[in-house]
């Protein structure tokens, strides 16, 4: 066991960085929660739900290294998964581990939160048999963020059904609201000018220019949701991302830069909860 703990502690120090995926799964909930009721505060629930999100994202996490396997041996020698720092039947402990440990963390809150959370691993699940049965699924880029992707909606729906009473308008919205921030982050870091054919980047598969427009708009998007939800003026999280299109498109820089990407989400949650906490 104490070898197991040591493997997997090397894993997820390697493959999912705690200070990057933990705090992105903190704010994730913290801010969905602040924007979806009035009068925001965080409980012992709100604890268990971002609890739950961080292990979710570490599942989904093994079973993109798994699911990848082939294409790491080629582009990625050096991930823990090629080198054998740790196994596929390792993974497949310590993805049983995660699910054990949502059930326990979502049990007190309600059965709905329960449902949902597991709903989340199960689609992820699903969708690794699938990738496995149609390599297209898997190979190709954009059909693969299409069929990929609802799981994080799925995480949101979660969060949002999870900690309020009831449902209104307002889930779409909140919804589409981290969908676009998301996506933002997720463009962004598959755009580059230059890329081989066989690299999984948006750029390649749209163009770097489209690429690099589509990123854009998912931040425009972001923003004219977060000021239609809370009606205050924060027209000025855009300036990342568009000093980032400036730098980007005038070529100064060979990939959109990612850290524009991330000071976008850092401060697009952040926003949400001062105003929860309003």
């Known amino acids: 066991?104490?070898?197991?703990?040591?493997?997997?502690?090397?894993?997820?120090?390697?493959?999912?960085?705690?200070?990057?995926?933990?705090?992105?799964?903190?704010?994730?909930?913290?801010?969905?929660?602040?924007?979806?009721?009035?009068?925001?505060?965080?409980?012992?629930?709100?604890v268990a739900r971002a609890a739950s999100v961080v292990l979710s994202l570490l599942f989904l996490r093994m079973l993109d290294e798994r699911k990848d396997l082939d294409y790491d041996r080629v582009h990625h020698p050096d991930r823990p998964l090629v080198t054998g720092a740790i196994s596929v039947g390792e993974l497949e402990t310590a993805m049983a581990l995660?699910?054990?440990?949502?059930?326990?963390?979502?049990?007190?809150?309600?059965?709905?939160?329960?449902?949902?959370?597991?709903?989340?691993?199960?689609?992820?699940?699903?969708?690794?048999a699938v990738e496995r049965r149609f390599p297209a699924v898997r190979d190709g880029l954009l059909l693969s963020l299409a069929v990929s992707y609802p799981v994080q909606l799925l995480i949101s729906c979660y969060l949002y059904l999870s900690s309020t009473a009831s449902v209104d308008w307002r889930v779409v919205p909140v919804v589409l609201v981290f969908a676009?921030?998301?996506?933002?982050?997720?463009?962004?870091?598959?755009?580059?000018?230059h890329g081989d054919a066989g690299e999984r980047l948006y750029s390649v598969a749209l163009g770097p220019t489209l690429s690099g427009?589509?990123?854009?708009?998912?931040?425009?998007?972001?923003?004219?949701?977060?000021?239609?939800?809370?009606?205050?003026?924060?027209?000025?999280l855009l300036a990342p991302p568009v000093l980032a299109a400036r730098r980007f498109f005038a070529g100064a820089s060979e990939s959109w830069p990612l850290a524009a990407a991330m000071a976008f989400v850092l401060l697009s949650y952040l926003s949400l909860i001062a105003y929860g906490l309003r």
């Open 1 to 46: 066991m104490t070898m197991f703990t040591l493997r997997l502690g090397r894993f997820v120090l390697a493959r999912f960085r705690p200070h990057v995926y933990v705090s992105y799964g903190v704010l994730w909930t913290f801010a969905l929660e602040a924007v979806a009721g009035d009068h925001w505060r965080p409980s012992p629930a709100t």
């Open 98 to 128: 995660i699910i054990v440990c949502v059930l326990a963390l979502n049990a007190p809150i309600s059965v709905v939160s329960v449902n949902l959370a597991l709903l989340v691993l199960g689609y992820g699940l699903a969708l690794s």
């Open 180 to 193: 676009c921030v998301f996506l933002h982050f997720e463009f962004a870091r598959k755009t580059r000018w």
């Open 213 to 236: 427009m589509v990123t854009l708009c998912w931040a425009v998007a972001a923003v004219v949701l977060i000021m239609q939800l809370t009606t205050t003026w924060f027209v000025v």
